[in-house]
């Protein structure tokens, strides 16, 4: 039994050694958000400074006050904490409408220059996870940057613009619904 303990770990240990040391994944450095030619980068130390200060400074100053965003509100979305259990929130996202959701996701949010999904959905899932880790079982943007395993996240306005329509619309036909006359009948 000895032996066979021994010969594992020898052979772990040659392993190690043919390969060199593990390096770290990085984490992102910067978010560009991307639509056909037009291309911004914002480094993520400047969207943290923003999460905790309010205040935006450089590109990031400037792509708010074109957008017309005030940094304030930018802060609170970026400081907006959801609490996920790690546990479940895994088995959720590598179940079959997790996938179906992360698969949209990735249309959104894939590593710069790699629309792949069979590349975006694991690094979705891999900063949803990690991030989740590091923050106590829930997560906010700034986690999900920090802990996402490629140096630049491309955002894809256009596919952005389509989700957020999507979710406005559904929203609209929630009212509707809700305060509908139908409800008097």
Known sequence: MKFIRSTKLLFL????AIIGPIQPVSAAKKVAFVSGGFR???????????????K?????EDLLAIGKQKPEKISELLNQKVELPIVLTSRLINSRIGEAIVG???RVIHPIK?????????????GVILGIASNDEGLTAID?????????MAINLPELFKVVNKVESVSD???FFSSSPLEKL
Request: overall charge positive; glycine content about 4%; cysteine-free.
């Open 144 to 152: 999900f940057l920090k802990a996402y395993p490629n140096e630049i």
């Open 40 to 54: 911004r980068s914002v480094s993520v130390k400047s969207l943290e400074y923003l999460a905790k200060t309010g």
């Open 13 to 16: 240990l040659l392993i190690f």
């Open 114 to 126: 790699i629309k792949d999904p069979a590349v975006a959905i694991p690094a979705i899932r891999a």
């Open 56 to 60: 935006a400074k450089g590109t990031l």
């Open 173 to 175: 036909l929630i009212k």
């Open 104 to 106: 949209r996701v990735a």
